[in-house]
């Protein structure tokens, strides 16, 4: 199929599985997306499994394969819902909050890494399964930074107090750039025990985190004060959305030519123009440019939350590795509570901590579409089957069970702690 092809698909399959879900489910849309496409690909696998002949999930899987996961959202969409997001975020709330986000993404990300790591390793070689440590850190990079897609679509259903939502809305926009800083190191390690070759030292990952993450945020600043006064200078609506449209994209692009972090790139160019632009840009033209990026937004967030549901096609016939992925679900959010717990603890000398913040946070920190488009990136090899398995299970129980069960858990600790 074409791109066009697919795209009319995609997006014919979003619209009609919202229209499902606003008139029958009723869940919060990009979970109700997600839900929809995953009892349709189950569907589709019961018909095959009842009628091998027919090989419906086996042609379904083979157009899922035309949609190169990871290039269409990590370097087409993502961007735009990064920018989107930390473009519409309460600026305010994060003054003052600049140290907790930056240790809560950059620590927590590593000892979540490292956790998750440990775990599964020491869980496989109890089960007698031989997996290399290196592999099983190579899952914990790509599975600990939580999704900036996932967590600012939940604070549309789900209220917590400005505080909470500040330091789970920061951490979400910047860990998932040191992530995958982290998820290519680990994976460079990997690859080059695995085949011989020299292996990287830790100079040179300083160096590369250095250039990632700090060059992403210098390019960053600038994109975001190139738009901010092109944005100044103009009085026209659509000339001001093309500006914003321009400067995402050609941040990006940079970002991926400079080998800087391209997410650290455009989170950071979309809060200060959404700090700045805010106070400098008409009423008409912030309006504009609210319901251009929020229309863009829901629409690629719809696709990407289906694309996610429908995925399990391409996983199903993996079941042998589903007690790993059951494993894997308890430990992921283990590690999820000591990345916050141990951070949080240590701030707590200097800075107040909202009670039942840790928890929320926990709970909150959802995985998603990033770490499956991560899994899927990886090299053909032995054990990329149930690292992508296992992937895919947590993404699942973190949307559907957490994302579902976030509503009630506030209502709960902060009825409680009130």
């Known amino acids: 199929m074409s791109i066009f ?44 499994t009842l009628s091998p002949s027919s090989s419906i999930a086996e042609k379904l899987a083979e157009g899922m394969v035309q949609v ?18 930390a473009a519409q975020v309460n600026f305010t709330a994060f003054r003052g909050k600049a140290v907790p986000i930056g240790i809560l993404a950059f620590f927590g990300t590593l000892i979540s890494t490292f956790v998750v790591g440990a775990a599964l390793w020491s869980l496989f070689s109890l089960f007698g399964v031989e997996a290399p440590f290196i592999w099983c850190l190579v899952f914990g990079a790509l599975i600990s930074p939580t999704d900036p897609v996932a967590v600012l679509s939940l604070f549309k259903t789900v209220h917590v107090p400005a505080e909470v939502e500040a330091k789970m809305a920061g951490e979400s926009l910047f860990n998932d750039g040191i992530g995958v800083v982290v998820f290519t190191a680990v994976l460079t390690l990997a690859v080059n025990s695995g085949s011989g070759g020299e292996a990287i030292s830790a100079g040179e990952v300083g160096v590369l985190f250095l250039q990632e993450a700090v060059g992403g945020a210098l390019l960053g600043l600038l ?10 200078t103009l009085d026209d609506a ?36 959404g700090a700045r632009g805010g106070v400098d840009v ?8 609210r319901k251009f990026w929020t229309l863009i937004d829901e629409i690629l967030n719809s696709v990407l939350f289906l694309l996610i549901g429908l995925e399990v096609l391409l996983v199903y016939q993996r079941l042998d590795h589903l007690a790993y992925a059951m494993l894997a679900i308890p430990v992921c ?9 141990i951070p949080l603890t240590a701030l707590s000398r200097w800075i107040s901590i909202t009670p039942g913040a840790i928890a ?42 957490q994302g579902l069960t976030m509503q009630p858990l506030v209502k709960r600790l902060f009825t409680v702690a009130a």
């Open 5 to 48: 092809d697919i795209s009319a698909v995609l997006l014919g399959l979003s619209a009609f599985f919202g229209y499902l879900n606003y008139n029958f489910l009723r869940l919060p849309h990009t979970i109700g997306l997600v839900f929809i496409g995953l009892i349709a690909s189950l569907a589709i696998i019961a018909v095959d």
């Open 68 to 85: 190169d996961f990871y290039d269409t959202l990590m370097k087409g969409m993502l961007c735009f819902m990064l920018f989107s997001g």
């Open 223 to 232: 994109a975001g004060w190139v738009c901010y006064h092109g944005l100044r």
């Open 238 to 273: 659509s000339l001001e959305v093309l500006l914003t449209l321009a400067v995402v994209v050609c941040t990006y692009a940079a970002a991926l030519r400079l080998e800087a972090s391209g997410p650290i790139a455009v989170v950071v160019a979309g809060l200060f123009v």
């Open 282 to 289: 008409s009423e008409e033209s912030r309006d504009y440019l």
């Open 333 to 341: 959010l283990f590690a999820r509570w000591l990345s916050v717990f």
């Open 360 to 401: 929320i946070l926990t709970w909150g920190g959802l995985r998603g579409g990033i770490a499956v488009a991560l899994a899927l990136s990886l090299p053909e090899n032995e054990y990329k089957s149930v690292i992508l398995t296992v992937t895919y299970a947590v993404v699942l129980f973190s949307i559907l069970v």
